[in-house]
């Protein structure tokens, strides 16, 4: 019996049940945390026209991300788009480097598509250098009226008309140094000709080029001329020109200024401006343009390819 009442205590004491809550709550804050961070579609090579409801986390790069990162979140970002534009072209019609010339020089301050309309029958007055560079500015103007400032652009095709046609024989000249000499052309413009008339790289840094590169965090700069620094360092140079492509064609399509499809952007994993426009994937849908969106696209005659591809031809100036 003493020894049954001493062993009774021992079995009352039990600190266990004490501790047992204090073991749940670190868990509890744990869970919170994954309701902060913004979501993007799995797969970055995924369709745009058929994009799932977003379901992982977007792959942000890091604050400090690294040279070596840096280059190979840039070139995957590139691989994506390829496989997402097989078909990127440059988007203004031209049948010749002379076309090329004075159809880049026109979309300043215009659209592709407003070009397109219009050089049909500038060209078709004016098939060459030496007609162009004789021709009566206000019969120009008149033609160039709908691309806007067409007093200042009737001036510059005039201009380089006739240097084409004094100093180097009515051919457009197929080196960077020569072309910038031109009136009205500049880097740019110069890169658009060397790359898809000549197939020499060059990267063409339009406004939808420069939103672009600095929304991916691949420069900081501002200046067209820093920002073509920036990024042609970070791919190699046989890349320039189809880059531009592919960048373009998603600035226009998906990645737009003021509303970003970031919903239906295949690329999502990889940006980290991912959630600056739309991201329910339904609603994005409806803000893609072009052949993305199911509408005609900005040249009158595209390539084969763009047509294989779903994309429809723009329609001629004044029709529908």
């Not at 919170?32 to 799995?42: L, Q, R, S």
């Not at 000549?198 to 991916?216: A, E, M, Y």
């Not at 960048?247 to 999502?268: L, M, Q, S, T």
């Amino acid at each position: 019996m003493a020894k049954a009442a001493k062993r009774a205590p021992v079995k009352k004491a039990v600190p266990a049940k004490k501790a047992a809550p204090r073991k749940q709550t670190a868990p509890a804050k744990k869970a919170v945390a994954p309701k902060k961070v913004m979501v993007a579609p799995k797969k970055a090579s995924a369709a745009v026209e058929k994009v799932a409801p977003a379901k992982t986390l977007a792959a942000k790069p890091p604050k400090n991300e690294s040279r070596t990162a840096l280059v190979r979140r840039a070139r995957r970002i590139n691989r994506e788009l390829a496989e997402v534009y097989p078909y990127a072209h440059p988007e203004l019609d031209f049948e010749n480097p002379f076309q090329l010339l004075v159809a880049t020089v026109l979309s300043a301050q215009t659209t592709d598509l407003r070009v397109n309309q219009t050089t049909p029958a500038l060209f078709a007055r004016y098939p060459t250098p030496e007609d162009l560079a004789a021709a009566n500015p206000e019969e120009v103007e008149e033609i160039l009226r709908p691309t806007g400032f067409f007093r200042a652009k009737t001036k510059s095709v005039i201009g380089l008309s006739k240097a084409l046609a004094e100093e180097f024989g009515g051919e457009v000249p197929g080196r960077l140094e020569d072309l910038v000499k031109l009136p009205g052309v500049g880097r740019k413009t110069a890169f658009v000709v060397l790359g898809n008339a000549f197939g020499r790289p060059g990267l063409t840094v339009d406004t939808h080029f420069q939103r672009l590169v600095r929304r991916w965090q691949w420069t900081e700069e501002t200046d067209a001329d820093k920002i073509e620094a920036a990024v042609a360092a970070l791919f190699p140079k046989s890349d320039w020109t189809m880059l531009s492509h592919h960048v373009i064609f998603h600035g226009r399509r998906i990645c737009h200024a003021r509303k970003p499809a970031c919903g239906a952007c295949p690329i999502a994993p990889l940006c980290p401006a991912y959630g600056e426009g739309e991201t329910d994937p339904e609603k994005a849908k409806k803000l893609l343009k072009y052949e993305k969106g199911g509408f005609p696209g900005q040249r009158l005659k595209p390539p084969q390819s763009y047509l294989d591809a779903g994309g429809r031809p723009a329609p001629p100036l004044g029709a529908g």
